[in-house]
């Protein structure tokens, strides 16, 4: 069975600190990890990761994928009271279908 | 930019009365999903639909019923609800035609049974 265990389910920081979130999945035929973030409502999309050691990176945000330790960890730094959110990561179900399975979500909150 | 809309933002209903959540997206994808979210259970999939008229069984598809006419188009029905049925109710549709595609996701249905 496909599974996707993120790590801490909560955090708090303050203003301008830098933290780091996990991903870890068993999944049959891995190609590819997304991550989401969810504010009050819809997920948005942040990064698909399909290659290890490659770096994807978006403003203070960044990503990357350890397919030999199968996790994944999300960077924010300097971060912003904007940034408080559920992050999600998801993988394809059974590696290469269109159904996602979703990790249960770190909630992260910045503090001024 | 792709857009998912749900017809209600909030919905509350009674116990064993049939509801209708209807999604519509614009960007001519041909899947679509119906998630619920739960604390502390995270996002998981009702069913999912690939084509018009055609259907997947997600995870917890026990109580709920899609249909898919027109391609642009996902309705979740919930024939009699149930109080265990309240929660967060997400649409979302991707491209299709074969591999990954990112998920675009409506902004949600709180629904309450009471």
């Known amino acids: 069975e496909d599974k996707v265990v993120q790590s801490p389910l909560s955090l708090v920081v303050h203003e301008g600190d830098t933290v780091t979130l996990n991903c870890s999945y068993e999944?049959?035929?891995?190609?590819?990890l997304l991550w989401y973030k969810q504010e009050k409502k819809a997920p948005t999309f942040l990064f698909m990761l399909t290659s290890s050691g490659i770096e994807k990176k978006s403003g203070r945000l960044s990503s990357i994928l350890d397919k030999k330790e199968l996790f994944s960890i999300l960077n924010i730094t300097a971060t912003q009271t904007g940034d408080s959110a559920v992050y999600l990561c998801?993988?394809?179900?059974?590696?290469?279908?269109?159904?996602?399975?979703f990790g249960k979500g770190t909630k992260l909150t910045v503090n001024p | 930019d792709v857009k998912v809309t749900q017809s209600s933002r909030y919905l509350v209903k009674r116990t064993g009365e049939k509801v209708f959540l209807e999604c519509v997206q614009d960007m001519d994808h041909e899947n679509m999903f119906w998630y619920r979210q739960d604390p502390g259970l995270g996002l998981r999939l009702i069913y999912f639909s690939y084509d018009v008229k055609m259907k997947e069984k997600g995870d917890i598809p026990e109580g709920y019923s899609v249909s898919r006419e027109k391609k642009e188009r996902f309705s979740l029905i919930l024939e009699s609800a149930s109080t265990n049925q309240t929660s967060m109710y997400l649409c979302a549709s991707s491209l299709g035609a074969g591999g990954v595609n990112e998920q675009f996701f409506g902004p949600g249905t709180r629904l309450t049974v009471l």
């Open positions: 998801a993988v394809p179900h059974q590696g290469g279908s269109e159904k996602l399975v």
């Open positions: 999944v049959t035929n891995f190609r590819s």
